[in-house]
């Protein structure tokens, strides 16, 4: 007869199932350890930290408020910071400064322009109707005419020189070599020969006179508005051979 002790294997099941459940219990209490350190951690620093933070945010700004209200003039500093920031320009829009028309061309302008024979005594600009008035006087009446016939032919172009292609044909769009450019045209972005835009527009000899001295005249006149635009390069084209008045334009005070 054969017999068989399962004892010990039995207990020594019960000996590694014991000790699995210990270490089970281990990992347990660690892993609930850490999440109950974690959830504290979190409860201190939502409780504590971050509402401590934002009570000293917002002291900071009821003392800045403050500070700010009593600030004398408060006011008008800010209605001036509103209005320099106005004058300048803000992502690439021009600001009231660079809207502003450039007067100081105009004399420039009148110097390219008026006849030698032709001396200005009266000039009126209105910027806000782009309109203008220029009186004067001048030997004959002949001047006159050519005075105004110059201002109805005079062009203008914006940017710097262009240069022609090639120097046998200047116009490569117009028939034939061109190996000059004609005159009051001028070369546009592509190099190619065109008429520019009118400079002036509706030149009308409004009062005109004459005596043994000579003549008088008033010409009244509309300009294009891009002449006096700050953030444009602008050159006017006159009509080539007119002889101009570079020294003695303005006879009497303006």
Do not use: W
């Amino acid at each position: 007869m054969v017999q068989f002790n399962l004892l010990p294997d039995i207990k020594l099941e019960f000996v590694k199932a014991r000790r699995m459940k210990y270490l089970m219990s281990f990992v347990s209490f660690i892993v609930g350890g850490a999440a109950i350190t974690a959830l504290l951690f979190a409860f201190f620093f939502v409780n504590v930290i971050q509402k401590k933070s934002l009570n000293d945010l917002q002291s900071d700004i009821k003392t800045y408020s403050n500070d700010l209200k009593n600030t004398k003039n408060l006011d008008k500093i800010l209605t001036v910071q509103n209005q320099l920031g106005a004058l300048t320009s803000v992502n690439n829009k021009p600001g009231l400064h660079e809207q502003k028309p450039v007067g100081s061309r105009l004399f420039g302008y009148l110097t390219q322009v008026t006849p030698d024979k032709a001396s200005l005594t009266k000039l009126t600009v209105d910027f806000s109707q782009t309109t203008m008035s220029i009186g004067g006087k001048a030997p004959t009446l002949d001047v006159v005419s050519v005075y105004t016939d110059t201002l109805k032919a005079t062009g203008y172009k914006i940017g710097p020189d262009v240069q022609p292609k090639s120097i046998t044909d200047v116009c490569p769009n117009i028939d034939g070599n061109q190996l000059a450019l004609p005159d009051r045209m001028i070369l546009d972005k592509d190099a190619n020969c065109v008429m520019p835009p009118k400079a002036f527009s509706e030149v009308v000899l409004s009062q005109f006179g004459r005596d043994d001295k000579g003549a008088t005249f008033t010409i009244t006149l509309k300009y294009n508005a891009d002449i006096f635009d700050d953030t444009k390069q602008v050159q006017i084209v006159v009509p080539s051979g007119l002889q101009t008045n570079q020294t003695n334009l303005f006879e009497a005070g303006i």
